[in-house]
């Protein structure tokens, strides 16, 4: 009789193997592969169960709507990228790089709740209790509701849970947790999917919103396997660059609400402070009007934010001049430069090129093309432009002016932070907003003569 053969799986996108091998054939994910056969035994000759009670399916018309009530965080920024607060039984992924900010913020979220009158269980498995204490000092964040738990073994925090009897749970972080009834080292593939199931479980049982940190990998990706994603209900991406204390979350998933959404921070010596309006951040503070600056309105998520882009223009020798951007897209600034030499007739093929953002933005959408060839413009001929000038539009090769998504928004938000001249889709092409925009930079004599002539 023959040997069965045993077959083996990855449990990221499905790929088969009749051999173990430690990294996946098709997405090259590492400790994902395992024996599918046993798994494949256990499930034979399954049978049905009976349905009784509350678990036999019913038309969707009678099941209940609104059966769950949001809480708030006390963070208005953090609300609003879950949609307007904490379902009870939801669990929160949150992930971002190492030193973002990820457990300080959740220890303010912790602090804001056992504020409230919830009880807040915070379990860190990588710092002490002592060390938790230590920020919580330095933050703010000290309150007798809020209970901290330094534990790495899942049934010790499952004990810590039966024993607080917490509102709210706090798991930090779910690659640092490891199950005793699971072969393997913490972080690994089998691991996380045994103590993220077990946790999310725990949480529909309960109606306890569990907040879970996620590390993530050299690439930006959430590390664990991509079943992690899938079991909770909301992603939530803590991001921003060191170099600055600007922070932003954003929801890749959420169950519970949109996922456009954008919450912007501030992080302080004392901690993590919110930035209802951002206003402000993208924006120079210079009294006089600057060659080689232009007013844009991007859009984050559903907030129109005002952004300043900022050009300069150097006379070069070198046979191929450089071209240098912080904060935009390099192939696009190379793509308006050659529309702007070839259809406004303004050549810059022989000069240096350096365009940057205010603030640390980083802008990827076409929105902002306007702006950076008015800046661009600007710098070249050495006029700036009036504070009251904005530009939002995408431009294209024949250098026609398209309308950006959000375009009444992105005006509105600039009338309201008081620009009273918009170029956009209005425009229609390149020319025409150049004219009007280097019209404005005239002065009272000049448009007399303008209009006499």
């Known amino acids: 009789m023959a040997r069965p053969q045993s ?17 996946c054939g098709e997405c090259q994910s590492w400790g994902t592969v395992e024996d599918a056969s046993a798994a494949t035994a256990s499930t034979r000759g399954t049978t049905s169960i009976a349905v009784t009670g509350n678990r036999i399916a019913r038309p969707i018309t009678e099941a209940r709507s609104g059966s769950f009530q949001r809480w708030q965080t006390g963070i208005g920024e953090f609300d609003r990228v ?31 709740a056992a504020a409230t009158g ?41 004990g810590q849970i039966e024993q607080v009897q917490p509102d709210l749970l706090i798991a930090d972080s ?12 913490a972080g690994g593939t089998s691991q996380v999917r045994e103590v993220a199931s077990t946790l999310i479980r725990v949480a529909k049982q309960k109606a306890l919103p569990v907040l879970i940190v996620g590390h993530v990998t050299k690439d930006g990706t959430i590390a664990g396997p991509r079943l ?43 901690g993590i402070h919110e930035v209802p309006d951002p206003s402000g951040l993208f924006m120079s503070r210079n009294g006089a009007p600057v060659s080689g600056t232009c007013i844009t309105v991007a859009m984050e998520g559903r907030r129109a934010l005002p952004v300043e882009i900022q050009a300069l223009v150097v006379p070069s020798s070198a046979p191929q001049p450089r071209r240098v951007v912080n904060g935009v897209d390099a192939s696009r600034v190379a793509m308006l430069l050659a529309v702007l030499e070839r259809r406004a007739g303004i050549k810059l093929s022989d000069a240096d090129v350096y365009v940057s953002t205010v603030g640390g933005m980083k802008l990827t959408e076409p929105g902002a093309d306007l702006a950076i060839v008015l800046a661009l413009a600007s710098a070249a001929r050495d006029r700036p432009y009036p504070h009251t000038l904005a530009a939002i539009g995408e431009i294209s090769l024949a250098g026609e002016i398209r309308a950006a998504t959000g375009a009444k928004q992105r005006a509105n938000e600039a009338g309201r932070l008081g620009f009273t001249t918009v170029l956009g889709a209005d425009a229609e092409h390149l020319r025409e907003a150049l004219r009007v925009a280097f019209s404005m930079t005239k002065s009272p004599r000049e448009r007399e003569l303008d209009a006499a002539f």
């Open 174 to 185: 779910v690659q640092t947790i490891s199950s005793a009834s699971v072969d393997g080292i």
């Open 7 to 23: 077959s083996y799986r990855c449990t990221e996108c499905g790929w088969n193997s009749i051999k173990w091998v430690g990294r």
């Open 118 to 158: 919830k009880r807040v269980l915070y379990v860190s498995a990588e710092e002490s209790v002592d060390q938790v204490r230590l920020r919580a000092e330095r933050t703010g964040a000290m309150h007798d509701d809020l209970f901290l738990a330094s534990e790495v073994d899942l049934g010790v925090i499952l």
């Open 82 to 112: 879950l949609g307007g607060g904490i379902v009870p039984g939801a669990a929160v992924l949150l992930s971002g790089e190492p030193g973002v900010g990820k457990s300080t913020l959740l220890l303010e979220v912790a602090s804001r």
């Open 228 to 270: 992690l994603e899938h079991l909770v209900d909301v992603v939530c991406h803590f991001e921003g660059d060191r170099q600055t204390a600007l922070r932003f979350v954003r929801a890749l998933k959420n169950r519970f609400g949109p996922t456009d959404e954008v919450g912007c921070f501030d992080m302080a010596g004392d």
